[in-house]
């Protein structure tokens, strides 16, 4: 795993809590999950550019699957 996966699996998990507590009605909790929301699009398009980059770089394994 790469280490953008990593953060982007952790930024999730992290906000969990969050969302929970959010769809009880916390108006701060509803402000930190669109907050980690935002992260977590920022992270998975720096994965995306990085898979991108891996692919046409020919690393990765297979190219089939």
């Known amino acids: 795993m790469t280490a953008n996966f990593d953060k ?3 930024v999730i998990e992290e906000t969990r809590a969050d969302i929970q507590k959010a769809t009880e009605g916390n108006k701060a909790a509803c402000a930190r999950v669109r907050k ?3 992260a977590v699009k920022n992270l998975a398009g720096v994965l995306r550019k990085e898979m991108l980059e891996l ?3 020919g690393g990765g394994g297979n190219a089939g699957a």
Do not use: H, I, K, P
């Open 8 to 10: 982007l699996s952790s």
């Open 36 to 38: 980690s929301m935002m």
């Open 55 to 57: 692919r046409d770089s």
